[in-house]
């Protein structure tokens, strides 16, 4: 009797799942992408669209079920992760115990948890209400950063130095959070560079661990939106190996399984390790990508393979051949994209890959969030001293024209 082919169901349509298809389409699984926005990209790239919100559990679950998937991912896509964790627990798929992940993937419960497991984690408070929020403003200590508890791409983070700016942040964390609660931390101040990138655990054992330096661009209209990202970090490797061991002792007491997480840490300026965030899906901005450039080590294939049950192959530990650093592409105002332009010479020696998302005459806005980029560089250099040179200049090298 012939094998079935395998049902992969993926959340979302973004771009970022076009590696994640491709990958898919190579082992020869059946993709099916769903979502509530029949534009997205990514449907053009499935082999099967359902008009389904992701956010919606159940109605998610009925479509898996009628379709007998045999597995379900929101990669990169952070609405859909609880979701996917859902669907995987009530219908037997491979994937983490749904409560864990609706503990990373919620802001507050997250910060509980640390805390009640004595990691070290900046003093935070969950609200339901901008009232509430403000009648505990004698609670802070200033400047705290608020943001909304499930929401990810930098979408409603402000930081608020003064106690009168607070009532428009926490309008903005409010409007952009789904369960319509926010958060509102201690602002960490960083030693260095914050790391956000992808890791990988097998049977709940780390196996790849990665960190690197997340860059900003000051004069973004969201300067808190990450604009570029450099491998290795800029932390010492004892503060690398302090995270990696707090990061599985995290993975361990949550139960996680065979999983790709995105995940932020700093170095404060106290010297203390923290974990920001951890999510167990890809993240976004090509991380996963980046990371098979600098390594050779391929997550994104191995996280389709551990969706729908398969065997997972070389998840390891390597060295970054080289110094590897991406390029968030955006424009400093509104208006419409004219061309980009590269320094020659830094292109001939630096660029490995440019991936643009517009053309001349396509509308762009101003940087406000992770859904503002309109494309992506991959570069590489020799040396610390060159990475850190070209980082400094990115202004003078690299110039999105808009009129």
């Known amino acids: 009797m012939e094998k079935q082919q395998k049902k992969l169901l993926l959340l979302g349509g973004l771009r ?28 053009k790239y499935s082999d099967e669209y359902h008009n389904v919100s992701i956010i919606d559990k159940e109605a998610v679950l009925a479509l898996a079920r009628e379709l007998q998937i045999d597995g379900i991912m929101s990669f990169a896509v952070d609405p859909g992760v609880v979701t996917a964790a859902y669907v995987q627990e009530q219908m037997g798929l491979p994937g983490n115990p749904y409560e864990s992940v609706c503990i990373l993937q919620n802001k507050d419960r997250f910060r509980n948890f ?5 990691f070290t984690v900046p003093k935070a408070k969950g609200f339901s209400s901008v009232e509430e929020a403000l009648a505990e403003r004698y609670w802070y200590s200033w400047p705290v950063i608020v943001k909304p508890t499930d929401a990810a791409g930098s979408k409603g983070v402000t930081r608020v130095d003064r106690p009168e700016d607070l009532g428009p942040a926490l309008e903005s964390a409010f409007e952009h959070s789904i369960s319509k609660r926010v958060i509102v ?6 030693s260095g560079c914050s790391s956000d990138t ?28 990450p604009s570029a990202y450099s491998w290795p970090s800029t932390m010492t490797k004892g503060q690398e190996a302090e995270l990696a061991s707090e990061i ?11 999983s790709i997480y995105n995940i932020e ?14 999510s167990p899906r890809g993240g976004g901005n090509r991380l996963a990508e980046m990371l098979r450039f600098a390594t050779g ?22 060295p970054y051949n080289g110094y590897w650093a991406e390029v968030i592409l955006h424009a400093d105002r509104e208006g419409h994209f004219i061309r980009l332009d590269i320094d020659e010479e830094f292109s001939i020696s630096h660029v490995v890959q440019t991936d643009l998302w517009v053309k001349e005459g396509d509308k762009v806005s101003s940087f406000k969030g992770a859904n503002d980029a309109i494309g992506t560089l991959v ?23 808009v009129q």
Request: glycine share 8%.
């Open 16 to 43: 970022y799942l076009l590696p994640v298809i491709e990958s898919a389409h190579r082992l020869g699984y059946y993709v099916i992408t769903c979502d509530y926005i029949p534009d997205n990209i990514a449907h």
């Open 198 to 225: 992808d890791s990988f655990s097998v049977d709940g054992e780390l196996k790849f661990v990665s960190f690197s330096a997340q860059r900003f661009d000051e004069g973004a209209a969201n300067p808190y939106t």
């Open 379 to 401: 570069l590489r250099f020799d040396s610390e001293k060159e990475l850190i040179a070209g980082m400094k200049n990115l202004d003078a090298l690299i110039t999105v024209v």
């Open 248 to 258: 599985q002792r995290l993975l361990s007491l949550l139960g996680m399984r065979t």
């Open 265 to 278: 840490t700093r170095i404060g300026r106290d010297g203390r390790a923290y974990i920001m965030e951890v």
């Open 185 to 190: 931390e201690e602002f960490i101040e960083k």
């Open 114 to 118: 640390l805390t009640q497991h004595g």
């Open 297 to 318: 080590v391929d997550l994104i294939t191995n996280a389709v393979r551990a969706a729908v049950g398969d065997e997972v192959r070389g998840v390891e530990q390597k």
